[in-house]
């Protein structure tokens, strides 16, 4: 009879242990989940985008969260075509301190991007010596604009200088946390002194998980 009791209370243990710990397992899923959403709901709307690479590949733009991004709609036959230099030189100054020069092709102000994207490829390497990152051709304004473009151009972007993309070469500035801070247009050069100190302020701001770490601490 002894023997049986301890039997049924070691059962009713065990079964209570597999309770607490199913519990405790799907409390966790469940605290993940809220942690995702949050950080989801957090992340401002540039790094929810997927774009093409210029050779083709799905790249998501969350890989540049926590650098400091130098967007430029660019083209290969402009007379602003010569900003690639500079802009190459920004990318050498600042890459290791954490600015990501990124171009993006257009072929929608007086047809100065009329090349495939193996062509620009291939051009902006041969003449300029592009390292910086360089994505599919896309269109900056009308229905067809990229996601990223109709959000940038937009008011809810937060910038200042708001409206539809004027000519090649407009720079926008996106912050560490993915907001955008500055825009200027074409005939500013890259390497002017207005982009410069513009992109060493944001350099000059602790990346945000860092910001974050500290606070907690």
């Known amino acids: 009879m002894l023997r049986l009791v301890k039997l049924t209370l070691c059962v009713t243990l065990l079964a209570v ?52 991004m130098l967007i430029v709609n660019t083209a290969s036959e402009c007379g602003a075509t010569p900003q690639y230099d500079p802009l190459q030189g920004l ?18 102000f007086g047809s100065q991007e009329p090349g495939s994207e193996t062509e620009i490829a291939t051009f902006c390497k041969k003449n300029y010596g592009v ?18 473009y109709a959000y940038l151009t937009s008011k809810k972007s937060g910038l200042e200088k708001t409206g539809p993309i004027r000519w090649n070469f407009e720079k926008i500035l996106i912050s560490r946390s993915g907001k955008p801070v500055a825009r200027f247009a074409t005939g500013v050069q890259p390497d002017s002194e207005e982009v410069v100190k513009a992109i060493e302020a944001e350099l000059a701001k602790e990346e945000p998980k860092k910001r974050d770490k500290k606070a907690t601490k």
């Not at 093409?52 to 926590?66: A, F, M």
């Not at 050498?92 to 020069?101: I, R, S």
Request: one cysteine or more; glycine letters at 8%; a positive charge.
């Open 17 to 68: 242990s597999a309770t607490t710990f199913a519990t405790a397992e799907d409390s966790n899923k469940t605290d993940k989940k809220k942690a995702a959403s949050e950080e989801k709901k957090a992340m401002h709307p540039v790094y929810g985008l997927t774009m093409k690479s210029l050779t083709g590949k799905e790249t998501k733009l969350s890989q540049y969260r926590g650098k400091v």
């Open 131 to 148: 390292e910086f990152d360089m994505f599919g051709k896309i269109d900056v304004n009308g229905e067809k604009a990229a996601p990223l």
């Open 91 to 108: 990318h050498k100054k600042f890459a290791e301190k954490g600015l990501a020069v990124v171009g993006f092709p257009c072929n929608q």
